[in-house]
């Protein structure tokens, strides 16, 4: 049996991509940073989207139905631990310039890209609610830099001006 901290050690080393992910519905804008987002499919165009049942935005995700994965560019590390904070969803979004796309959840204007979502089915595993979630608008910025997380700690992937 593998012990539940030899799991979180073990996958401190895989790289991901750093996200917030955003909804918005009667109750306010929600959203929280996330590494674990993937590709489903193409056809028709599908991510996945793990989120912790213990979240106070939890119940909002689920009742909302729509999200938007906005993944961060290599200077939006502050917009990450803004919301992966105990700021309140309002103090979160004072962080950065937000507008919506097709689904009205809230996008990070400046983000490397935006997948605005339709929440098509809903997985309970473990302490993790897994949102299987259909693209219905993309957005992509200009920048060519990432922000991801590995072995604990925020890094920066992508080209770099040569001077």
Known sequence: MVEAT???D???LLTSAVSVITTTGMSGRYGFT???VCSVTDTP???LVCMNRASSSHVHFVDNKILSVNVLSADHQHISKAFSSKLSPEERFKHGAWSELETGAPVLDDALVNFDCEIDQIQEVGTHTIFICRIV???QSGHDQSLVYF?????????TELA
């Open 137 to 139: 608008a993309v957005q």
């Open 45 to 47: 165009p599908t991510l």
């Open 6 to 8: 030899d799991f979180r």
């Open 10 to 12: 073990a996958m401190s």
């Open 151 to 159: 072995n604990r700690a925020y890094h920066q992937v992508g080209q």
């Open 34 to 36: 996330a590494s674990a």
